[in-house]
């Protein structure tokens, strides 16, 4: 089964005023943590959303080597604006054309989702596929990254404005897959705001994993 990543990096950093996805965490740019995680999961192919004319800038450069430019292409958005939702029909309408079993929908601004993460999800969808959809929760409360199926394709195209697939899991599909709880918040801690980053990076990324 094939499975590919839409990574959501078409984001105005609005609330940061200024680029998030190229601040520096770990001796990295912040929006090429979690791409690497992705790169180096079991993931087949990784499709980078972003806005258009982003010099891409924030991805590392060791991402740029033969090793791991195999592995992700760039998709750049013209009506970014639209918001979240036009981002993730327009990721999902490009892995169906590359014939996508399922699609891992991620966040660039949750630097500390790691391999690990990426890969259950893929496990449990790869041991149980007629689910609609894997995901962590924390609290209840679902958090990306999120595994669909191609069985939630179609609700996945029917999103609207600047609004992404989590009210639905939290809602009314919320039974229909299969959802593991995570107790660490940490791990999938999104950076919005100056304060965000602050925060982070005054904890380290091993203290996460212990």
Known sequence: MKVVGVYLAAGDSRRMRRNKLALE?????????????????????VLVMTKQDDKLDWIAPHLFTQEYRKKWTSIQLKESNQGQSYSIRSGLQEAIDLGADAIV???????????TIINLLIEAFEKDPAKLFFACSHQGVVRPPVLFTEKFFSILMGLKGDRGARDLLNGHYREKGEIVKYDKEELFVDVDTIEDYVKITNVSRNLFHK
């Open 25 to 45: 965490l770990n001796g990295s740019p912040l929006g090429s943590l979690a791409l690497q995680s992705a790169l180096a999961s079991t993931i087949n192919h």
């Open 105 to 115: 929908l991620q966040l660039a601004d949750q630097p500390y989702v790691d391999t």
